[in-house]
């Protein structure tokens, strides 16, 4: 069996479409054939310097909708990575093999950094992607579920992995493969179908939130932004805005984006927008209704993440002691 690893922010109070289509419902697929571990990343949260108390609160709320996505603590191992410190451990290691100029061709921290102004950006927020490959590395990794935006970021911990197999000798860390599903790869924001949709995008009114009002998700379904054609159709490229729209339409219901066209012949895109906004409310009311009954018990929530990091220790602990040895630290007695 392959091992699997993947993580998601603890940056906002509710998960958005994109990391559900695009990750979270690969992370339930492939749980039941793979050894699965999953992470609410908390450190990678401290890049952009939350309110503490804020933090704690959306780290629940994030396992809360890992779970009732449907990921299984029973045959996953769900954990919060700050209780596992082999994570931060392992990145300083990583981020003396990984070349300054290399980091600062990640195009995320560019775009993010461009937001922040240089001095509003941490080091940590340059550092993030060695921090993912410890992530990675730290399992033995195989195969990592994520959506588009995380392939460069990807293609750094391969780069790593390799590296430490060249100096340090094969067998130090194994090399990971992208597990990106290309129909849900990239769900775009609803108000610029240009730029992919995420949770701590400046507006959220071009976000679809797992957790928000059902009748906010309609309004801004109906508010989507289009183009002035009237026909519907899927062509990415000339009509970004339709075309998520079908995507999304697509994934939730199973049906295929072409059998999705030809019932909306001769329609409108208000229809398709109404059409669509029911299926999204139809899909969020029973998730809603499973976080919220797992965040009324948040000492059994505790208890499931306490085991989880426990699992995950387990498997991180001799990896990092490989490392330390292979990199020539001097071992405790
Ligand atoms: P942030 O704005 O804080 O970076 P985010 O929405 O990008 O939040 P992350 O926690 O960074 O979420 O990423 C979690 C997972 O969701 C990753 O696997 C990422 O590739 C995936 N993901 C994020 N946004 C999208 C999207 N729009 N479409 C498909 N997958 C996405
Ligand atoms: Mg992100």
Same mark, same amino acid.
Request: no cysteine; charged share 20%; glycine share 6%.
């Given at each position: 069996r392959s091992r699997i690893f993947s993580g998601m922010q603890p940056t906002s109070d509710s998960l958005q479409l994109g990391n559900y289509l695009g990750a979270l419902t690969q992370w339930v697929a492939l749980q039941d054939e793979h050894d699965a571990i999953y992470c609410v990343v908390d450190l990678h949260a401290l890049t952009v310097n939350p309110d503490p108390a804020v933090l704690r609160d959306r780290t629940r709320r994030t396992a809360a909708q890992f779970l009732a996505a449907g990921v299984d603590p029973a045959r996953s191992i769900l954990f919060v990575q700050s209780h596992v410190p082999e994570h931060a451990e392992l990145a300083w290691l990583l981020s003396c093999q990984t070349g300054f100029g290399e980091a600062g061709r990640m195009t995320q921290f560019k775009d993010k950094s461009s937001k922040q102004g240089s001095e509003g950006t941490t080091v940590g927020l340059f550092t993030y992607p060695v921090l993912m490959a410890a992530d990675i590395l730290l399992y033995d990794t195989n195969l990592v579920p994520v959506g588009e935006d995380q392939r460069q970021h990807l293609e750094l911990s391969r780069d790593l992995a390799q590296r430490l197999n060249q100096r340090f000798g094969p067998g130090t860390a194994v090399v990971p493969d992208p597990h990106i599903v290309k129909a849900t790869a990239k769900i775009y924001d609803l108000?610029?179908?240009?730029s992919k949709m995420s949770k701590? /995008?400046?507006?959220?009114?071009?976000l679809i939130e797992l957790l928000d009002d059902p009748k906010v998700v309609a309004k801004r379904i109906r508010s989507a932004v289009t183009d002035a054609e009237r026909e519907i159709r899927?062509?990415? /490229?000339?009509k970004p805005g339709i075309s998520n729209l079908l995507t999304i339409y697509s994934a939730l219901t199973g049906r295929p984006v072409d059998a999705i066209v030809a019932d909306y012949d001769g329609k409108g895109y208000g229809d398709l927008k109404k059409d669509l906004a029911e299926v999204v409310v139809g899909f969020l009311a029973p998730f809603q209704e499973r976080v919220h009954g797992y965040l009324a018990d948040p000492a059994s929530l505790d208890e499931v993440l306490a085991d989880g990091a426990d699992r995950a220790q387990a498997l991180a602990a001799p990896t990092l002691e490989r490392l330390y040895d292979r990199f020539g630290l001097l071992r405790r007695r």
């Open positions: 108000q610029d179908p240009t701590s /995008a400046e507006s959220p009114n071009g899927f062509d990415p /490229a000339a």
